[in-house]
């Protein structure tokens, strides 16, 4: 079973390029266009790895890290 990677980034085409690699490595992955939908997924999924991008419309990447702190389930990603 292939490991998954949640990519929480707010850019196109540079999702698309990490995509294609991490995909093209074996991984599966996910994807998030913003903080708020990131956090949801993380939830959701339960991913083996997070990128997480800083600058992001919604909730930008340092207030996912302070949800991801208050939340048990979330935290142990950190």
């Given at each position: 079973?292939?490991?998954?990677?949640?990519?929480?980034?707010?850019?196109e085409?540079?999702?698309?390029?990490?995509?294609?690699?991490l995909?093209?490595?074996?991984?599966?992955?996910?994807?998030?266009?913003?903080?708020?939908?990131?956090?949801?997924?993380?939830?959701?999924?339960?991913?083996?790895?997070?990128?997480?991008?800083?600058?992001?419309?919604?909730?930008?990447?340092?207030?996912?890290?302070?949800?991801?702190?208050?939340?048990?389930?979330?935290?142990?990603?950190?």
């Amino acid at each position: 079973m292939a490991k998954k990677i949640l990519l929480v980034e707010d850019e196109e085409i540079i999702s698309d390029l990490l995509q294609r690699k991490l995909k093209k490595e074996g991984y599966e992955v996910l994807v998030a266009s913003d903080g708020k939908e990131g956090l949801k997924s993380m939830r959701e999924t339960e991913p083996d790895l997070i990128l997480l991008d800083i600058i992001m419309p919604k909730i930008g990447g340092f207030e996912v890290m302070e949800e991801m702190n208050k939340d048990p389930k979330l935290k142990k990603f950190r």
